[in-house]
């Protein structure tokens, strides 16, 4: 029978033809879809976040892995939603306002994806009022922005007032990442937390969910 070791080691070399089939026959044999989920995509792309913080994976594999992750995500997601399985938490995600880069921020996703989060992807230039509509219908507590240009940066301090604007939102953590970011910058529009790449900002989700 297939192993979790093997479909562990499909995502980290990014055959989504591999991680599908064993998914597929993990699943035939009667495995729980949470096993499959936390026994072998999770460590599969945990290895891959280690690696590419190490500088040993580089973005395409890592895009390569996330897509492997995906194909077998594709099979295990709708018997997830029957057995009612809570994930790790919502994390709803976007680019600010004015600010059209989402390659970074795509990334984020699928490795909080990978991490066992459900990730709400809004999209790019996406302006604070619709972070606090998508906080409230997806029921997240943390949110994730992403700014790569100098001048969009200020827009994170934007969505921050917002959600702290709304009664329903104030409570929200905000993650903040991208290129031109620094943790001075996250400490001073007060945000929760900052991370550099996308394998520290599922580190950083653990700690903001708890
Ligand atoms: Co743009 N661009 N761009 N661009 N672009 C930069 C960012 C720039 C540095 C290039 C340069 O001049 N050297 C520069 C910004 C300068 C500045 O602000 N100081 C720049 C500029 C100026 C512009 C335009 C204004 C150009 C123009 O039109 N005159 C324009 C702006 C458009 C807009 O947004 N309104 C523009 C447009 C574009 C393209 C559309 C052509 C394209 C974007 C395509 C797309 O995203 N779909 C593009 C690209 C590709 C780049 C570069 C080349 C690459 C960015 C990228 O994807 N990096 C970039 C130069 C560069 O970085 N070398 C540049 C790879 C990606 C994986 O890294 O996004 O940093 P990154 O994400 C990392 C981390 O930052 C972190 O994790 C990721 C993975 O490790 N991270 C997070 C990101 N978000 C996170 C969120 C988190 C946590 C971590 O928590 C939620």
Redesign the pocket.
């Known amino acids: 029978m297939a192993k979790y070791q093997d479909l562990a080691d499909a995502i980290i070399a990014g055959d989504n033809i591999k991680s599908k089939e064993i998914t597929q026959k993990l699943v035939d044999s009667g495995v729980k879809a949470t096993e499959i989920l936390n026994g072998g995509l999770v460590p599969g792309m945990d290895v891959v976040g280690v690696r590419f913080k190490a500088n040993e994976m580089y ?1 395409p594999e890592v895009l390569i892995a996330a897509r492997a992750m995906h194909a077998a995500m594709d099979i295990i997601k709708p018997l997830l939603a029957e057995a009612g399985t809570v994930m790790k938490g919502i994390i709803v ?1 976007g680019t600010v306002q ?8 795509n ?2 996703c699928m490795m909080l994806e990978g991490g066992g989060y459900t990730v709400v992807d809004v999209g790019v230039d996406v302006p604070g009022d619709k972070f606090v509509e998508e906080v409230k219908k997806s029921g997240a507590k943390v949110v ?3 700014a ?4 969009t940066m200020p827009a994170m301090k934007d969505v921050i007032v917002a959600l702290k604007a709304d009664a329903a939102t104030k409570d929200v953590k905000v ?6 970011l620094t943790q001075e910058y996250a400490d001073s529009i007060g945000a929760s937390g900052y ?4 394998s520290s ?1 599922v580190d950083l989700a653990k700690k903001l969910v708890g």
């Open positions: 973005i995600v004015g600010d059209l880069h989402d390659i970074g921020k990334l984020v994730g922005l992403s790569l240009l100098t001048t993650m903040v990442g991208g290129a031109p991370a550099a790449d996308a900002a």
